[in-house]
């Protein structure tokens, strides 16, 4: 099982950037795709961005393309989630989570969820 925490959300001025954290707890990080995932109010949740296992392969929404940069670091149990050029319409809980096995987009394939970051961008 795998626990996961996310953390650096907060409120920024459209164009400005934020960098996400998700620190995982539990066995075998390494062996779990992660993705992160947002979900604005009275909509559903959406993919933003995926990575695999060994962090050679990473996959991106279409709306995030270019300005979002998914990473991990194994040695330390985190995936990141570097955000530039923030839009307003970025503005939604953002939610890490983990999967055996390969990439997927869509949420039912994951395994494990964090509780969440708000990330507010203004106009």
């Known amino acids: 099982q795998v626990q996961l925490v996310e953390s650096g959300g907060g409120l920024v001025q459209a164009g400005g950037s934020l960098r996400l954290s998700c620190a995982a707890s539990g066995r075998a990080f390494t062996s779990y795709a992660m993705g992160w995932f947002r979900q604005a109010p009275g909509k559903e949740r959406e993919f933003v961005a995926s990575i695999s296992s060994s962090a050679v392969s990473t996959y991106y929404a279409d709306s995030v393309k270019g300005r979002f940069t998914i990473s991990r670091d194994n040695a330390e149990n985190a995936v990141y989630l570097k955000m530039n050029s923030l839009k307003p319409e970025d503005t939604a809980v953002y939610s890490c989570?983990?999967?055996?096995?390969?990439?997927?987009?869509?949420?039912?394939?994951?395994?494990?969820w964090g509780q969440g970051t708000q990330v507010t961008v203004s106009s």
């Open positions: 989570a983990a999967r055996g096995g390969g990439m997927r987009t869509g949420p039912s394939s994951y395994d494990y």
